[in-house]
């Protein structure tokens, strides 16, 4: 999934990135783009999106992904996995607390001094954690905590700085409207529950996409940072069927030419992750984070990044969350894996030191092995000793 010419711009960005962090420390440039603001909507089939008028009027801005697929059902445990590598066998939307030990992205990019803030529509203050507020004049569920992941990582609750990062859409538009520089680089967005589409409907949250979108594609809207908008959904609306959805990737970002295509690689919800990684040249968490297929929008800029197609993907039901330790039922119980602390990320980085101090005792099998295998309920993980997925030579060591 490597090419050698990956790991001299590792090299590059390190350098850049301290430089830029000396002069800037709000701002680490990345290889491919400067700012990613991902917004995720709710529980729509890939086909009924595909086809409704607001988003095909949106695809010709940005490249359209057709084959992507979230992780399982119901909504939560396709947000816990985002940003964390795993959904540690969760099958349900009930409120969940994740150990301290389990990582999150937020450690790569507090490392790393790339700023992020989740923007959460609806959340009665910054740092929130009730499961859910309710709309004024209603009786409606406004914000809730199953679609803030961020909340149930004990890695984040129980640090004030990252809790102070979970913000409202108010605190959002007053930055953007300031200074649309002041946004950090990595941006989470969840509308309420009648925007996002779980308590209204498609065309709803589509309008409301638009409307939503349109400053931030104006031109210049960004005044010269490569800033990427990536508008995904959770999970399909039919379990019945593969959890495909629709996702495009919209901004200043994505060159002129691709405006408009569509890309069919194999993506999921880790591939949000592996991008990250690979555009700032990070540390991974040695979760399912590393072997998923980064963004070819992004990666083929460089042409140092070859994705590749899951062997088992047309055999993956991923409508049923596998055994772990946030599953419901007793007998699918596991307790958490630790991570493959010798497998290299999109990033072209060994996993994070800090994350590997944390489980270097546990030398327990894992189910990560670098090579982008899929698992669901039905195809179980497999646990194997930790093995490297890459040839040690000329690899950066681990930091």
Same mark, same amino acid.
């Given at each position: 999934?490597?090419?050698?010419?990956?790991?001299?711009?590792?090299?590059?960005?390190?350098?850049?990135?301290?430089?830029?962090?000396?002069?800037?420390?709000?701002?680490?440039?990345?290889?491919?783009?400067?700012? @990613?603001?991902?917004?995720? %909507?709710?529980?729509?089939?890939?086909?009924?999106?595909?086809?409704?008028?607001?988003?095909? /009027?949106?695809?010709?801005?940005?490249?359209?992904?057709?084959?992507?697929?979230?992780?399982?059902?119901?909504?939560?445990?396709?947000?816990?996995?985002?940003?964390?590598?795993?959904?540690?066998?969760?099958?349900?939307? $009930?409120?969940?607390?994740?150990?301290?030990?389990?990582?999150?992205?937020?450690?790569?990019?507090?490392?790393?001094?790339?700023?992020?803030?989740?923007?959460?529509?609806?959340?009665?203050?910054?740092?929130?954690?009730?499961?859910?507020?309710?709309?004024?004049?209603?009786?409606?569920?406004?914000?809730? *905590?199953?679609?803030?992941?961020?909340?149930?990582?004990?890695?984040?609750?129980?640090?004030?700085?990252?809790?102070?990062?979970?913000?409202?859409?108010?605190?959002?538009?007053?930055?953007?409207?300031? $200074?649309?520089?002041?946004?950090?680089?990595?941006?989470?967005?969840?509308?309420?529950?009648?925007?996002?589409?779980?308590?209204?409907?498609?065309?709803?949250?589509?309008?409301?996409?638009? &409307?939503?979108?349109?400053?931030?594609?104006?031109?210049?809207?960004?005044?010269?940072?490569?800033?990427?908008?990536?508008?995904?959904?959770?999970?399909? /609306?039919?379990? *019945?069927?593969?959890?495909? @959805?629709?996702?495009?990737?919209?901004?200043?970002?994505?060159?002129? &030419?691709?405006?408009?295509?569509?890309?069919?690689?194999?993506?999921?919800?880790?591939?949000?992750?592996?991008?990250?990684?690979?555009?700032?040249?990070?540390?991974?968490?040695?979760?399912?984070?590393?072997?998923?297929?980064?963004?070819?929008?992004?990666?083929?800029?460089?042409?140092?990044? /070859?994705?590749? /197609?899951?062997?088992?993907?047309? &055999?993956? $039901?991923?409508?049923?969350?596998?055994?772990?330790?946030?599953?419901?039922?007793?007998?699918?119980?596991?307790?958490?894996?630790?991570?493959?602390?010798?497998?290299?990320?999109?990033?072209?980085?060994?996993?994070?030191?800090?994350?590997?101090?944390?489980?270097? %005792?546990?030398?327990?099998?894992?189910?990560?092995?670098?090579?982008?295998? @899929?698992?669901?309920?039905?195809?179980?993980?497999?646990?194997?000793?930790?093995?490297?997925?890459?040839?040690?030579?000329? @690899?950066?060591?681990?930091?």
């Amino acid at each position: 999934m490597f090419t050698r010419n990956h790991f001299s711009r590792v090299a590059l960005a390190g350098i850049l990135g301290a430089f830029f962090s000396s002069t800037a420390a709000s701002h680490v440039p990345g290889l491919s783009f400067d700012r @990613i603001i991902t917004i995720w %909507l709710e529980s729509q089939d890939y086909v009924k999106v595909a086809n409704d008028p607001d988003f095909v /009027e949106l695809k010709k801005q940005g490249v359209s992904l057709t084959n992507f697929y979230a992780l399982t059902h119901p909504s939560q445990p396709n947000y816990i996995a985002a940003i964390g590598g795993d959904y540690f066998g969760l099958d349900h939307d $009930d409120g969940v607390t994740i150990p301290y030990n389990v990582s999150t992205f937020v450690d790569l990019l507090d490392w790393s001094g790339v700023s992020w803030s989740g923007y959460f529509e609806g959340i009665p203050s910054p740092g929130y954690m009730g499961g859910a507020s309710i709309g004024a004049g209603t009786d409606k569920w406004d914000y809730v *905590k199953k679609h803030n992941p961020f909340a149930s990582y004990d890695s984040i609750t129980h640090n004030g700085t990252r809790l102070l990062n979970l913000l409202s859409f108010d605190d959002f538009h007053r930055a953007f409207a300031a $200074d649309p520089q002041s946004i950090p680089q990595i941006v989470f967005v969840s509308p309420n529950m009648l925007n996002g589409g779980q308590n209204t409907t498609l065309q709803y949250a589509t309008k409301w996409s638009t &409307d939503f979108l349109k400053p931030l594609l104006a031109d210049d809207a960004w005044k010269g940072q490569r800033t990427l908008i990536m508008l995904t959904y959770d999970e399909s /609306e039919d379990h *019945k069927k593969p959890n495909s @959805i629709a996702t495009l990737l919209l901004g200043a970002a994505i060159p002129r &030419d691709r405006k408009g295509t569509e890309d069919p690689t194999y993506y999921t919800h880790y591939s949000f992750l592996s991008t990250i990684e690979y555009n700032w040249a990070l540390p991974c968490l040695g979760r399912y984070d590393v072997g998923a297929n980064v963004f070819a929008a992004v990666s083929d800029l460089q042409g140092v990044y /070859e994705n590749i /197609e899951p062997p088992d993907a047309k &055999d993956w $039901d991923n409508s049923v969350s596998y055994p772990g330790a946030l599953n419901s039922d007793s007998e699918k119980w596991a307790p958490y894996p630790p991570p493959n602390t010798k497998v290299v990320g999109a990033g072209g980085q060994p996993i994070l030191r800090k994350i590997k101090f944390k489980w270097n %005792l546990d030398a327990r099998d894992v189910p990560y092995d670098g090579s982008g295998t @899929i698992y669901d309920g039905k195809r179980l993980p497999v646990y194997k000793p930790a093995v490297a997925n890459v040839e040690p030579e000329d @690899i950066p060591g681990a930091k």
